[in-house]
């Protein structure tokens, strides 16, 4: 994955030390429930005659399949949930800052603030 969004420069990461367990636990439910509903379905489709080697080796092999796949989309909900009990900040943004607007040219910064007209 990329560090940060190309389009507005959030970063994918917010800094923390365990910053990564909320995406691995979204990551890790969904895989889950995909295995058990996929498990279910299989059952459910071939009663009385299920053919268990074959629906074990199918869901083995979804499990290491499944959370490889799902896991950029898991790091971003993560991302989501978080930007909505932690606003952004200037600080979630690469560069810290550096895509907050400029000033127009023309414009008196603070350098030429106080100072006396040429």
Known sequence: MSRSCPSCQLLLDRGEGDYFLGGYTINFLASELLIVVGAGVGIVLTWPEVPWRLLTWSLVSLMVVAPV???PFAKTLWLAADLIF???TLKDLEGHGEN????PDGDEGPARKGRAGP
């Open 69 to 71: 796949i799902f896991y």
């Open 86 to 88: 932690r606003p952004l």
């Open 100 to 103: 907050s607007p400029a000033e």
